[in-house]
């Protein structure tokens, strides 16, 4: 039987980065299979929070837990 390992940063979620610009990159660029940039940032007024417009097509934002969420609006 084989034993196969799994690297750590292979199980990390979305929501286990650490809130900050970086981290969210070196993710978003792992998940994809490429780099990922920042195209810009907006306010939500629905959310009350800072909207980062990713070039994957996704917003991100950091909820009130301090950890990144998509956000679709």
């Not at 196969?4 to 970086?22: C, G, H, T």
């Not at 993710?27 to 306010?43: P, S």
């Amino acid at each position: 039987m084989s034993s196969a390992f799994v690297k750590e940063s292979e199980n990390e979620q979305l929501k286990d980065i650490a809130p900050n610009m970086a981290s969210l990159l070196i993710f978003l660029k792992r998940e994809n299979g490429g780099a990922v940039r920042e195209l810009h940032t907006r306010f939500s007024d629905k959310h009350q929070k800072e909207v980062h417009e990713m070039s994957d097509g996704l917003g991100y934002m950091l909820n009130d837990r301090n950890q990144w969420q998509v956000i679709l609006d």
